[in-house]
């Protein structure tokens, strides 16, 4: 438990400053600008810089062989994956909706990505997600509706070989998660996301608050 002078110490800064500086420090070229882009004309929210720019850090980290992503949009998450993989490693994504996946796969050749490195699923996550095999992946990545986001999660921490890392984005709900005054359904299963994982002992878990508030979970 952080003491009330730790605490204030800690707190004693805006935060928001440091937010907006930390998603500004996090630089992102043309090619992710035009992924961008695509995702605003579908509709899709992509990931923050900062988000961006974790995924790729934690890709390399992984040094991941096979890793995979639950809500493709329009491809921003995508190559900030496959930007910090190996060469070698296999990106695969699932969306529901073919529209988005096309638009990634656009984004993915702009990015020089070549296509053999890319599995695109088509399909609800639910029904796709239980035939994928266990213990294969080495990093999974959810971004899909946070309503099923308990979920995603639990068969992430199957599919994940030990060492793997399991990312959730949007943990945070727009600071509705912290403040026990919103008892909106998805903010209660964020919650109820964040006790699981907190408990889970195969699991090493923290919440970042980059984005809209990332969990990284190691699995031991
Ligand atoms: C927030 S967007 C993903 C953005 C993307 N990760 C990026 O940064 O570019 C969420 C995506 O999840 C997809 N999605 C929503 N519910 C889904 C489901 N049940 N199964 C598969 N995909 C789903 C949507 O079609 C949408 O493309």
Not at 27 to 41: C, G, N, P
Not at 50 to 75: D, M, N, P, R, W
Not at 199 to 212: F, H, K, Q
């Amino acid at each position: 438990m952080v003491t009330e002078p730790e605490r204030k110490r800690i707190m004693s800064t805006d935060k928001s400053t440091s937010w907006s500086y930390t998603e500004a420090f996090a630089s992102e070229d043309v090619v992710l600008e035009r992924a961008r882009e695509r995702s605003f004309e579908l509709g899709v929210t992509p990931v923050s810089p900062g988000v961006g720019a974790v995924l790729t850090v934690l890709a390399a980290a992984s040094k991941s062989h096979a890793a995979v992503e639950i809500g493709s949009g329009a491809g921003v998450s995508g190559i900030c994956i496959l930007r910090g993989l190996p060469g070698h490693a296999v990106f695969t994504t699932i969306d529901r909706d073919v529209e988005h996946l096309k638009a990634a796969r656009q984004s993915f050749a702009e990015a020089g990505i070549r296509s053999n490195r890319i599995r695109t699923i088509p399909g609800r996550a639910e029904a796709v997600l239980p035939r994928l095999t266990d213990g294969a992946y080495d990093l999974v990545f959810v971004d899909a509706d946070k309503a099923n986001a308990l979920l995603y999660a639990e068969q992430g921490v199957r599919l994940l070989r030990p060492g793997g890392l399991l990312v959730v984005n949007d943990a945070l709900d727009r600071d509705r998660v912290s403040n026990p005054a919103h008892r909106e359904p998805t903010t209660m299963r964020l919650r109820e996301l964040h006790r699981a994982l907190g408990s889970d002992e195969r699991l090493a878990a923290s919440i970042l608050p980059t984005g809209d508030g990332l969990i990284v979970a190691a699995r031991r």
